[in-house]
Structures are given as C-alpha cells and as structure tokens.
C-alpha cells in the first residue's frame, strides 16, 4: 500500500503536495502506524518519529507548521514574521519552502494553489468551519483573482457514511437553496455529501478547477483513520508548499 496519496491536478511545476495514509509510521493501535497528530493520547515519542519520517517521506522542505484546529474559519498567513498563535483551520503561503499542512480524520482537506505556482493554501474543514466559511476566507487571502484558484478536495468521510441531523442540514440550506442539492433524507435524519457542499462553496467564490472528492475515509480502513468509525484513532495531513 503506497504511502503517500499525490493529488490528481495540473499543479504548477513548482508547486508540490501530498496527503498521508496511515501507513508508513511507528504508532501502536488504534494509532497504527503513520499518526501525525500530538493531541490524541499517543506516545509523544511515536508522533515525534512520525513527523521526522514525514520530512522524507514527503521530501518537505521544512517541518510543517501544525495547526492547533478548532472547527473555526481562521485562516493562518506563513511569512517572515513571528506567530502569536497557531490555533486556526486553515494556513496560506507565497513564501518559497513554506509548507501548510492540515490534520483529518474524516472532516475535509482542501489544498489550494493558483495557476502560477506563486500561492498555496490548505484549509481543514469539518461541517462547521465548512458551514461557516473556512474555504471562503482561504480563497480571500490569494490575491490572485479566484478564477485562476484551483482546489483538491483530499480524503473525507463519503456521502453514504456521512449522516447528520436536520440542523446541520437547515445550517447550509438557510445560507443558499442550492445546498439542498448535498443532502439526502435517511430516516428522519440526512445523509451530507461534503463533497458536493464544498464544489458548490467554492464554486461561488468563483472557482472552476476543483479536483479529487473520491475518497471515504470511513468505509477505507487499511488507508484511512476515521474518527466516525474507531472514535480514538490518528491524524493524516495534507500537505502543499512551493519549491524552488
């Protein structure tokens, strides 16, 4: 089982990215093996050893920044100056060697670039920070216009595992009817397709190359943690940055 997962898009020559499997680290069960996240009662000495072997394994410039991620919209700017904080759900960069990188397990990566390889984005998105604008606000910090923005939805829960209730529903529908479109009745619940609800985000900010959504992190246990399916589990990244 190959390691690392290479998003299928016409990314600039310049621009690299990447999402983790589970495969490929030094973790225990449930964390077994390729865990990359410290906030989930593994060894510290595993996940240590797990983001060292993704330096390589990835052929990252640079140890990534790693979000503290809350479910919220704050999108994090890499540049020279210092961070006060690291505590948000998504990471921008234009700066060469920079990599940004967002931790799932089920909810949805979304890596970013523009068509010039100069600007590159990752934002996590779980249905709240979905719901409350995550890939809107990091579409905002390119400066390019969003036309010339593509996007790679990585590894999510599918729309057949991904059942909510009407709130979650009513949430989206309440900001725009076509939203609808993402739902299907299930008993007196709803079946969300995350997927969809992000084409259709994105689609009006104004992006057209939108790539990937063909995973479900849920029903692909040898590949995929899932906190829906094994309540305490591990941490994959999806990973982009600019090269040289």
């Known amino acids: 089982m190959s390691t690392l997962i290479f998003p299928d898009w016409p990314q600039p020559k310049k621009v690299a990215s990447c999402s983790t499997t589970r495969a490929g680290g030094v973790s225990l069960p449930p964390f077994d093996s390729l865990n990359l996240g410290d906030h989930v009662d593994d060894l510290p000495e595993a ?24 479910h919220g919209t704050t999108v994090l700017r890499l540049n020279e100056e210092l961070l006060e904080s690291n505590q948000a759900d998504a990471v921008y960069t234009n700066k060469i060697g920079q990599v940004c990188a967002v931790m799932t397990a089920d909810c949805l990566p979304v890596l970013f670039c523009n068509k010039d390889g100069t600007e590159v984005a990752a934002a996590h ?47 989206f529908v309440n900001q725009s009817n076509e939203l609808i ?32 959504g063909t995973y479900c992190t849920v029903t692909d246990k040898n590949r995929f943690f899932s906190y829906r399916r094994e309540g305490k589990t591990g941490r994959m990244a999806s990973l982009i940055w600019i090269n040289n």
Not at 127 to 134: N, P, T, Y
Not at 188 to 207: N, T
């Open 125 to 171: 998105a779980g249905w709240r920070g979905l719901c409350s604008g995550v890939l809107e606000n990091t579409v905002a910090q390119f400066s390019c216009p969003s036309s010339e923005i593509m996007a790679w939805l990585g590894p999510a829960i599918g729309a057949e595992k991904f059942e909510v209730g009407v709130e979650v529903k009513e949430a």
């Open 181 to 212: 479109a993402a739902f299907t009745a299930s008993n007196d619940k709803y079946l969300a397709d995350i997927y969809s609800l992000a084409r259709l985000k994105l689609q009006a900010v104004g992006l057209s190359s939108i790539y990937g």
């Open 47 to 70: 996940v240590s050893e797990n983001r060292h072997r993704l330096i390589s394994l990835a052929q990252l410039p640079q140890q990534p920044l790693w979000l503290e991620q809350v």
